[in-house]
């Protein structure tokens, strides 16, 4: 007599949830990047503004007409000398590659050197953002949050330069690794130049006063 259907051992079907219960989504593990607004936390403007407030020294925010002006001057000032401070170390590079008699390396150096510059100049002495776009527009509590997030954002970013420059210094002696160094700086200051540039756009379609 064949008892093999009979043997095996009967797994039970699971049990379902009783009816209307809610199943809690998974939690996510995944860290918020520094200088990022953790998405699962609604901040409120007044956290959005410390935020911000702790990167640039005396920040007048966004909040009247008139300081939307300051503040604006105040950020691209602080993100200049930050980036003049990288443009600095890059030069430094160039200088020892000089001194070494490396032309290849000097050269591709000169043309990531102008990028960055062009950036820095940017920030330093063009006449818009805020005070050019944000003037026109009527901005709530939200729209200030969202502006001050942003901002944050794009000063947490900074510190890659420091990681960037940093490779291009450890691999000037290696043509390959200088290639592949000044690549990633010229694609940092690429990202980082669109995502200025996209500031102007946050708020298109809000109402006029």
Do not use: C, W
Request: net charge negative.
């Amino acid at each position: 007599m064949d008892t093999s259907g009979t043997d095996k051992a009967q797994v039970p079907a699971p049990t379902p949830p009783p009816s209307g219960t809610v199943t809690a989504p998974p939690q996510s593990t995944t860290a918020t990047p520094p200088g990022h607004p953790n998405p699962l936390h609604a901040q409120s403007v007044g956290e959005a503004l410390t935020d911000i407030a702790s990167l640039i020294p005396g920040f007048a925010g966004y909040k009247g007409v008139e300081d939307r002006r300051i503040a604006d001057k105040q950020l691209r000032a602080v993100i200049g000398e930050r980036l003049t401070k990288i443009k600095g170390r890059l030069d430094g590079v160039t200088d020892a590659l000089s001194r070494a008699g490396n032309l290849d390396g000097l050269s591709l150096i000169d043309q990531s050197g102008r990028r960055l510059e062009r950036l820095v100049d940017r920030m330093r002495f063009a006449d818009y953002g805020y005070a050019a776009v944000f003037d026109r527009v009527q901005l709530g509590e939200a729209e200030l949050t969202r502006l001050y997030q942003y901002d944050a954002g794009i000063m947490g970013e900074l510190g890659a330069f420091d990681d960037a420059v940093s490779q291009v210094e450890q691999a000037s002696s290696d043509p390959n690794a200088l290639r592949s160094a000044l690549a990633k700086l010229d694609a940092l200051t690429a990202e980082f130049d669109r995502r200025f540039e996209a500031r102007k756009h946050l708020f298109d379609g809000l109402p006029t006063p």
